[in-house]
């Protein structure tokens, strides 16, 4: 009998251990897809508000998941990529030293020999701002949790990139290209995978088909292979090849960049009574970004992998006119002909002509530092632990994803970075630590330049750097920055002022310690 009791007893301990284990197991870590589009503002989306453009696909990742509401990239492709990358605001050193974009397109419209293009090539190579031997990017987070890493599109921050350097940021596979001037072109002779140059049938055009300004171009002008159509192929096909390991992609496509480019217009537009070429190409350009998400969700789906994956939504910086109003916002004009100011009457989308009012009413636009140059959707689904239809008021940037994608992985994150993780916020747990304040530099003065943005709501603009003119915004009130509030705390704007300037061109302590 005590032989039998002895026997229960053990298996008894034995199963609690069994339990105990099971309970103690970290859960298993999601596949994280990054979609990253280009100068898409939060108003060109129907979950923010966008009327004319029907976006269903990014619509259902916000019903599905949580949708931030202050959230902040860059003002300009370059630095916003450097700063999601690296997880540093884009005032550090560096922030700002992207390399000179175009030699590709000089050799390959004949320009330039191969043999100028190689030593042009070395001297950029030598001039592009250095990496420290410990810096640490945001793939190589993943890489660390045995993630592999993949990224499809335009490579790297920017402008002129190469295979060592790619491969230096952390990514075990991409798919793109390496000049972001040839990204203005929809209709690429060739792109690169892996340090290999592949083409695409039926490009010919050196500058891959950049179309004008005007847009007036016939549609399917530049070629015959669309470059997002090579991506979303390779997206779907990189999904199933790695359906039983985990992994990261990054997608930072072209959509909705100018000029425009389209190989067909969508139905929804195609025979629009009103709106011109340009408008429509623009408009199916947006159409198509929504339905390669919708692509990317239903074969998550098919792969029986959609609930352990967490998909983000962003874009790289605030919305940018390829159509329509473009000049009188260069020229700083109103419909009536009067010139737009940065007091009462500020160039917004919603009163200056735009169809489809892309900034959602903030002020300004691309490279702009009023809302509309640097507030940018974001989105993130992730099944059963993201809470469906939820939003979020959190003071969030690009930078922070770095430090999230190691809370969420199991990675401790690198010192010194500028990122806080916004995990907790994700699952709806408390966010013990958020910023007391986010910095978007900005080295641009067409309509205002640098930006700090507080925890309480409060935004500091350097609306005139020439002048030294400053401007103070409660944003949770009035995201339109229609009410200056600087004659009303000017203690306040003198020690925002301080603090800005204090961390435009500062060192970067994730790599000098």
């Not at 709106?275 to 159409?287: D, F, G, Q």
């Not at 995990?423 to 958020?434: A, F, V």
Request: charged fraction near 25%.
């Amino acid at each position: 009998m005590n032989r039998i009791t002895n026997r229960f007893l053990a298996v008894l301990f034995l199963l609690t251990l069994s339990v105990a284990f099971v309970r103690s197991a970290p859960a298993k870590t999601p596949n994280v897809i990054l979609l990253f589009a280009d100068d898409l503002g939060p108003g060109m989306l129907g979950c923010y508000g966008q009327q004319v453009v029907t976006t269903p696909n990014i619509d259902r990742l916000a019903r599905e998941g949580m949708k931030f509401n202050n959230y902040y990239g860059g003002v300009y492709c370059a630095p916003s990529r450097w700063t999601l990358l690296t997880g540093m605001h884009d005032g550090r050193v560096g922030g700002w030293a992207q390399t000179r974009a175009g030699l590709p397109i000089l050799r390959d419209a004949g320009k330039i020999t191969e043999e100028e293009y190689q030593r042009r090539l070395e001297q950029l190579k030598k001039s592009a701002n250095p990496i420290a031997p410990n810096e640490v990017f945001l793939a190589q987070i993943a890489r660390q949790a045995g993630y592999q890493t993949a990224q499809f599109g335009k490579l790297d921050r920017g402008f002129l990139t190469w295979h060592e350097r790619v491969k230096r940021f952390g990514w075990d596979f991409y798919e793109g290209y390496f000049d972001h001037q040839r990204c203005h072109g929809f209709y690429p002779p060739y792109l690169w995978r892996n340090g290999e140059q592949f083409e695409l049938p039926g490009n010919t055009l050196a500058d891959c088909g950049k179309t004008s300004e005007q847009g007036d171009e016939p549609v399917g002008y530049g070629g015959e292979t669309y470059s997002q159509n090579v991506f979303i192929e390779g997206i779907l096909k990189y999904l199933r090849d790695h359906r039983d390991e985990p992994f990261f992609l990054y997608h930072p496509t072209q959509l909705p960049h100018g000029p425009v480019a389209i190989p067909e217009l969508h139905p929804d537009f195609a025979d629009h009574p009103t709106m011109s070429l340009a408008e429509k190409k623009y408009a199916s350009m947006v159409k198509m970004l929504d339905d390669h998400v919708g692509m990317i969700m239903a074969e998550l789906k098919q792969l029986g992998i959609d609930d352990n994956t967490m998909v983000l939504f962003t874009s790289d910086n605030g919305h940018e006119l390829y159509y329509g109003p473009k000049p009188e916002y260069k020229n700083r004009r109103l419909p009536n002909g009067e010139e737009a100011n940065l007091t009462d009457k500020k160039w917004r989308t919603s009163e200056h002509g735009d169809v489809f009012n892309g900034a959602g009413g903030r002020a300004g636009l691309k490279r702009s530092g009023y809302q509309g140059g640097m507030q940018c959707p974001m989105i993130v689904r992730w099944p059963g632990k993201v809470a469906a239809g939820s939003q979020t008021d959190l003071l969030t940037a690009h930078y922070d994803f770095l430090s999230t994608l190691a809370d969420l992985v199991g990675v401790e994150p690198p010192s010194g970075k500028d990122g806080i993780s916004y995990l907790p916020t994700l699952l709806g747990k408390p966010q013990t630590e958020s910023h007391d304040y986010v910095i978007v530099n900005n080295r641009f003065t067409h309509m205002g330049s640098c930006a700090l943005i507080t925890g309480e709501g409060m935004k500091l603009v350097e609306a005139d750097k020439k002048r030294g003119l400053f401007q103070l915004y409660n944003i949770l009130d009035d995201n339109e920055e229609r009410h200056d509030l600087s004659a009303q705390y000017p203690e306040k704007v003198t020690y925002l002022k301080n603090l800005l300037q204090s961390q435009i061109n500062s060192a970067r302590p994730d790599v000098n310690p």
